[in-house]
């Protein structure tokens, strides 16, 4: 089991930029995907970016460009640098870990960090 704490999210003008941090509460370096996830009102959950227990990154063409996942294994830690924010990023903005671990899939999800762009 993991529990994610995710934090940072703030209030923005456009333009601005922002770095999430979610807090893993145990190890992640066994951890297959870590990613960040966003919902905004009246809107479904969508993939915003995902980094694997290699390194590789993953994002939704909206964000590409101007997001940056990375993870800190030593840490604990995953992070999204955002730049160059958009009124339509605008979301909660959720951790995510997904990992197999003896033929078991475990999906788990922190509380998530509101993203505010203003115009």
């Known amino acids: 089991q993991v529990q994610l704490v995710e934090s940072g999210g703030d209030l923005v003008q456009a333009g601005g930029s922002l770095r999430l941090s979610c807090a893993a509460s145990r190890s992640i370096f066994s951890i297959n995907t870590m990613g960040w996830y966003r919902q905004a009102p009246g809107k479904q959950r969508e993939l915003v970016a995902t980094?694997?227990?290699?390194?590789?990154?993953n994002y939704v063409d909206s964000v590409k460009g101007r997001f940056t996942v990375s993870r800190d294994n030593a840490k604990n830690m995953v992070y999204l640098q955002m730049y160059s924010l958009k009124p339509e990023d605008t979301a909660v903005y959720y951790c995510?870990?997904?990992?197999?671990?003896?033929?078991?899939?475990?999906?788990?999800w922190g509380q998530g960090t509101q993203v505010t762009v203003s115009s």
């Open positions: 995510n870990a997904k990992y197999w671990s003896d033929r078991k899939f475990y999906d788990y």
């Open positions: 980094i694997t227990s290699g390194g590789g990154t």
